[in-house]
């Protein structure tokens, strides 16, 4: 049975930092492309981050670029993102994505909010 849950999120205020944490199981995912989304009330779905699986490549949406760091643990099977200068617009339910093969996996989302 394929899981990815999420952990890490909350409440924080603008300028702070979190780091979200995606423990995976089920399939390999030491092979597996992993990313992460975000879906903000009102709002489409985006891709925040993705990483291959050896974690050579990383890619960022441009609007948390120099913020966020997407990075992997493939020993412990855990996806992670570092989030930092936080702002009020990175308010969304963050979900971990797998690409394993043919599949797709989701995670159930992880809510952080941002305000003052």
């Known amino acids: 049975q394929v899981q990815l849950v999420e952990s890490g999120g909350g409440s924080v205020q603008p300028g702070g930092s979190l780091r979200l944490s995606c423990a995976a199981s089920g399939f390999t995912f030491s092979l597996a492309t992993m990313k992460w989304y975000r879906q903000a009330p009102g709002k489409e779905r985006e891709l925040v981050a993705s990483i291959t699986f050896a974690g050579r490549s990383t890619n960022y949406a441009d609007s948390v670029k120099g913020r966020f760091n997407i990075s992997r643990d493939n020993g412990k099977s855990t996806l992670y993102l570092q989030m930092n200068s936080l702002k009020p617009e990175d308010t969304a339910v963050y979900f971990c994505?797998?690409?394993?093969?043919?599949?797709?996996?989701w995670g159930q989302g992880t809510q952080v909010t941002v305000s003052s």
């Open positions: 994505n797998a690409n394993y093969i043919t599949r797709v996996y």
